[in-house]
Nanobody, 124 residues
Framework: QVQLVESGGGLVQPGGSLRLSCAAS????????MGWFRQAPGNEREFVAG????????LYHDSVKGRFTISRDNAKNTVYLQMNSLKPDDTAVYYC?????????????????WGQGTQVTVSS
């Protein structure tokens, strides 16, 4: 079992940047593909980005391609989401998730472990 804790959320102006972190404990992150999801009020939770166990494979939702970058530091048991050129539509609670499969997938039901979420608000 793994415990996940997100951090790095906050209020940022449109066009700004934030870096989210997801720290894992209990088991090493090398055992899991990792994903970031987000959920805005009134909306379903949606996939944002994913990364394979090794870090060699990444996956992005079309709406964040070219703006967001997912990465992992397995030595620190931490996964990151660098978010640039933020837009008001990016406002949501962002969740980190872990999946025992080697490759990240789009489907939230495939992920066994979830963090508590961190709020990102993009507003002027």
């Amino acid at each position: 079992q793994v415990q996940l804790v997100e951090s790095g959320g906050g209020l940022v102006q449109p066009g700004g940047s934030l870096r989210l972190s997801c720290a894992a404990s209990g088991r090493t992150t090398t055992d899991y593909a990792m994903g970031w999801f987000r959920q805005a009020p009134g909306n379903e939770r949606e996939f944002v980005a994913g990364i394979s166990r090794s870090g060699a494979g990444t996956l992005y939702h079309d709406s964040v391609k070219g703006r967001f970058t997912i990465s992992r530091d397995n030595a620190k048991n931490t996964v990151y989401l660098q978010m640039n050129s933020l837009k008001p539509d990016d406002t949501a609670v962002y969740y980190c998730a872990a999946d025992r499969r080697p490759m990240a997938t789009w489907t939230s039901a495939n992920y066994q472990y979830w963090g508590q979420g961190t709020q990102v608000t993009v507003s002027s």
